[in-house]
């Protein structure tokens, strides 16, 4: 069994899931990010939900970690979220997942430099 390359922390501010990813991912532990993202999500039943990530300490993935993150994104596109917020350092980091995660391209999301304005940008969704 492989073991989990990557760390991910999850939270919760009324109706906005953070995601904070750190290091560089492996299917195994982008798989894992995924399975608590979705736990999270189905806690609010119904109700509808914004997502913020954080890849501000992200190094990027194997390429199968785009499939999975690709996969997740249509499985996102059948829930109720309402926006999305990227927050990313790394151009590259960012044109890499804007190719490879075509889900995302239906998404109601924005890119961000900072935390701050992408808490704002979601705040007005």
Same mark, same amino acid.
């Given at each position: 069994?492989?073991?989990?390359?990557?760390?991910?922390?999850?939270?919760?501010?009324?109706?906005?899931?953070?995601?904070?990813?750190?290091?560089?991912?492996?299917?195994?532990?982008?798989?894992?990010?995924?399975?608590?993202?979705?736990?999270f999500i189905?806690?609010?039943?119904?109700?509808?939900?914004?997502?913020?990530?954080?890849?501000?300490?992200?190094?990027?993935?194997?390429?199968?970690? $785009? +499939?999975? &993150?690709?996969?997740?994104?249509? *499985? %996102?596109n059948s #829930?109720n979220m309402?926006?999305?917020?990227?927050?990313?350092?790394?151009?590259?980091?960012?044109?890499?997942?804007?190719?490879?995660?075509?889900?995302?391209?239906?998404?109601?999301?924005?890119? $961000? +430099?900072? &935390?701050?304005?992408?808490?704002? *940008? %979601?705040?007005? #969704?």
């Amino acid at each position: 069994m492989a073991v989990a390359h990557g760390q991910s922390s999850i939270s919760v501010d009324g109706d906005i899931i953070t995601v904070k990813a750190v290091g560089a991912f492996n299917v195994e532990g982008i798989t894992k990010t995924i399975e608590q993202l979705k736990f999270f999500i189905e806690g609010f039943g119904q109700k509808e939900f914004k997502l913020l990530f954080d890849y501000t300490e992200t190094e990027g993935g194997t390429p199968d970690v $785009f +499939d999975k &993150i690709n996969e997740c994104n249509i *499985w %996102l596109n059948s #829930q109720n979220m309402v926006a999305k917020a990227v927050v990313v350092h790394s151009e590259i980091l960012f044109k890499i997942l804007e190719s490879r995660t075509p889900a995302r391209h239906s998404q109601n999301e924005q890119s $961000f +430099d900072d &935390i701050a304005s992408a808490i704002n *940008w %979601l705040a007005t #969704q």
